[in-house]
């Protein structure tokens, strides 16, 4: 099984880009084991600000499927202030890469 990719504590305007930079790095490593699904986890997300949801809206319109497998209640709370919450509840069954 895959470790998930655990995103960092702090996922706003000030820390996205470096988020980005591993997250698609990591992501790259595991195209490399197509039998598995990446998983992503932001169980120990504190900050969160529309950047860091865009990047991970981003990456879900990409064709790299990826799950989610936690989510802190402060992640939760920011998805449905921003209006995604139905696209949270997709993420943690499966991706639209993977309905493709």
């Known amino acids: ?3 998930p990719f655990e995103l960092p504590v ?3 305007i000030y820390s996205v880009a470096q988020t980005r930079d591993g997250l698609l790095a ?3 490593e595991q195209a490399l084991k197509p039998l598995e699904v990446p998983q992503i986890s932001a169980a120990q997300v504190s900050e969160i600000d529309g950047a860091g949801l865009q990047l991970l809206v981003a990456l879900s319109h990409t064709m790299q499927a990826w799950r989610l497998v936690g989510a802190s209640e ?3 709370d920011a998805c449905q202030t921003l209006g ?3 696209w949270f ?3 943690t069954m499966t991706t ?3 309905k493709a």
């Open 74 to 76: 402060i992640f939760v």
């Open 96 to 98: 639209p890469a993977q």
């Open 89 to 91: 509840d997709g993420l």
């Open 1 to 3: 099984m895959i470790k």
């Open 26 to 28: 990591w992501l790259s």
């Open 10 to 12: 702090e996922m706003t």
């Open 84 to 86: 995604l919450s139905t």
